[in-house]
């Protein structure tokens, strides 16, 4: 089935600094959104991409949706200690009829901010 | 409600047991997800309604899974002789339409089968 490759596992950083991580894909995705979990919640809807070389931005994210449909990064920029969690890409493709929103999802990548 | 709310949020239950987790979307929502997240994983799709229809099961693992939304709202999750691979935490997503992809999630169940 269609795997989402999402990297850095996990990353450590210092606040203030910038982050980024990217998914990617062996598959065409026509949309790319992107999600953070905090401990003990469900994951929460950061961005949304739907056109290929789409440049988002919800605050201090930033995220792409890659020309060739199979690849998107999320930049967070002067990170904060609230930036903590796990942050997942997820990929809907519309194929075999799943035009309904079902969604893949990469393996997250968890951040931590020392302040 | 405001959200998608999830009950319970915990559960024991002894391997064999029936167990029955229970997902209230947010009001108005056509389409309903259930996706399964095992320990240090992303959540992996398991089933899809529009409204009452079942259009998509084929993330249920067994026929030890079943699902159902009789009345296009409330959805129920049922786990039949549960096993400690089911062990993991149940999320339910809803979203506006069908063509709408920006799915809501709610907290979660996390089983644990002992």
């Known amino acids: 089935g269609q795997q989402l490759n999402q990297s850095p596992q996990s990353m450590f950083i210092q606040e203030g600094e910038d982050v980024s991580m990217n998914c990617t894909s062996s598959s065409i995705f026509n949309t790319w959104l992107w999600y953070k979990q905090d401990p003990g919640e469900g994951p929460v809807l950061l961005i949304a991409?739907?056109?290929?070389?789409e440049l988002t931005s919800n605050g201090r994210l930033t995220a792409q949706f890659g020309i060739t449909r199979k690849d998107s990064f999320l930049n967070i920029s002067a990170s904060i200690p609230s930036d903590v969690g796990i942050y997942f890409c997820?990929?809907?493709?519309?194929?075999?009829?799943?035009?309904?929103?079902?969604?893949?999802f990469g393996q997250g990548t968890i951040l931590t901010v020392h302040p | 409600g405001a959200g998608v709310s999830q009950s319970p949020r915990y559960k024991v239950a002894k391997r064999g047991q029936d167990v029955a987790l229970r997902c209230d979307p947010i009001?108005?929502?056509?389409?309903l997800f259930w996706y399964q997240q095992a320990l240090g994983q992303g959540p992996e799709f398991l089933t899809y309604f529009q409204n009452e229809a079942q259009l998509d099961k084929s993330g249920l693992p067994s026929d030890r899974f079943f699902a159902e939304r009789p009345e296009g709202s409330v959805s129920t999750l049922k786990i039949q002789r549960t096993q400690q691979e089911d062990s993991a935490v149940y999320l339910c997503a809803s979203s506006l339409h069908r063509l709408n992809t920006e799915a809501f999630f709610g907290q979660g169940t996390r089983l644990t089968v002992v």
């Open positions: 991409l739907y056109k290929a070389g």
């Open positions: 997820a990929g809907q493709s519309g194929a075999g009829g799943t035009s309904y929103g079902k969604l893949t």
């Open positions: 009001s108005g929502h056509v389409s």
